[in-house]
C-alpha cells in the first residue's frame, strides 16, 4: 500500500477523519459529534481518539503525516490556531506542535476553507487549472484562493476571508458585528431567515409544510424550488443576485480560471446557476465575463483530501515541507523546489 496521510477537518457539525492516498482516494473514513464548545484539550483528545479508530481500519498503513482543516483565523506557518469563534477557548493553542510531538509525524496544518480548496484544485472540478477562488455556501460563507498553484495566505495566512467583504450597507448585522457581509445576505442561514421571515406557522405553504411549521432553511427552500413553488422560487432568484454580486467582486479581485461553489447550497447549484450568470454579466467588466462558475465535485470530502495533500504533495504553497524546519533547511528546501527535485 502507499503511503497516506490522515486528515482531519474541525470545521463541520461533526469532526471527521480520514485517511487518504496521494491520489486524492479515501480508504478510511470516520466521524465523531463535535465538542466545538468544549475547549481546545477536548476536540484535540477527539482528534486523537479519532486517529485510532482509522488506523485500526487500516492497520498495515505507512502514515506519512497528519493534514489539518481547522476553521481560521489561523497561522498555517507557525501551525497556532489564533482564535476561530466556532471553536470555544482556542487561543493561539500550536495544533501542529501538540499534534507533531503525540503522534511522532509531521503535522500540517491550514485553513479549512483553503483546504477545501485545495482538494477541488488538485481532484475536483478545478483539476488541471491555475487557479482558482473556491466558495463554499452553507451556515456561513469562506473560501480560498489558489493563484498560480498557490493558496494565496496573506498576513498571518488570513487571507481570502470572502465571506466578509461587505457588499450591502444593508440588511442583517453579522456574527462578526458588521452590517453588509456577503455571508450575512447570502449564506444558507440568510436564505432561511429569509423564508422563514416571508411564511408563518401553519400558514399551508410548502416552504412550512416542509419545515414542520418550524423555522424554514435553505435546504427546504431548494427543495421547495425543485418541487416548483413559486414562494421558494422568488427566495432563489433573490440569492442568485447575491451571490452573483459577490461572485462579481471576487471576479475582479483575483481574476481566476474558475469559480467553485461548494457547501450545503450548492446542492441547489442548477436553480442558482443562470441568475448567478445573469448579475456576473451585468455587472462584471467584459474581461471576467467569460469565467465559468461551476459547482464543486468532492463534496464535504474536499477539505479532508486537501488537508491529506499537505502532506502527500511536497512543494504544497505555505512551505508546508519546511514548516517543521529551522531556516537553514527551509531555504534548502525551497532551493530545491525552485530546481524542480527534493533536497539531498
Known sequence: MSKLALAFDLGGTALRGALVESDGSVVAHASAPTMAGAGSEAVIGQIIALA???????????????????????????????????????????????LGQHFGLPVRLENDANAAALGEWRFGAGHGSGSLVFVTVSTGIGGGVVADGHIYHGRRGLAA??????????????????????????SGTALGRRAT???????????????????????????????????????????ARWLGIGFTNLLHLYSPDLIVMGGGLSNGFDLL??????????????????????????????GLIGAASLILWEGEP??????????????????ARERGRSPD
Open 318 to 335: 505555505g512551505l508546508a515541507l519546511a514548516m517543521a524546519q529551522d531556516d537553514k533547511d527551509s531555504g534548502a528546501t525551497a532551493d
Open 161 to 186: 476571508e470572502i465571506g466578509h467583504m461587505t457588499i450591502t450597507g444593508e440588511g442583517d448585522r453579522c456574527f462578526c458585528g458588521a452590517i453588509g457581509c456577503f455571508e450575512a445576505v447570502a
Open 273 to 302: 446557476a443562470p441568475s448567478i450568470a445573469a448579475v456576473v454579466q451585468q455587472r462584471a467588466m467584459p474581461a471576467y465575463r467569460d469565467v465559468p462558475i461551476v459547482r464543486a465535485e468532492l463534496g464535504d470530502r474536499a
Open 52 to 98: 485510532g479508530d482509522l488506523i485500526a481500519q487500516s492497520p498495515q498503513a505507512e502514515i506519512a503525516g497528519i493534514g489539518v482543516g481547522a476553521p481560521g483565523p489561523l497561522d498555517p506557518k507557525a501551525g497556532i490556531v489564533i482564535a476561530p469563534p466556532t471553536l470555544a477557548g482556542w487561543h493561539d493553542v500550536p495544533l501542529i506542535d501538540i
Open 197 to 239: 421571515r416571508q411564511t408563518a406557522p401553519g400558514d399551508g405553504s410548502l416552504l412550512r409544510r416542509l419545515s414542520g411549521d418550524g423555522d424554514v432553511s435553505a435546504r427546504h427552500v431548494v427543495e421547495a424550488a425543485q418541487a416548483g413553488d413559486a414562494n421558494a422560487l422568488e427566495l432563489i432568484e433573490a440569492e
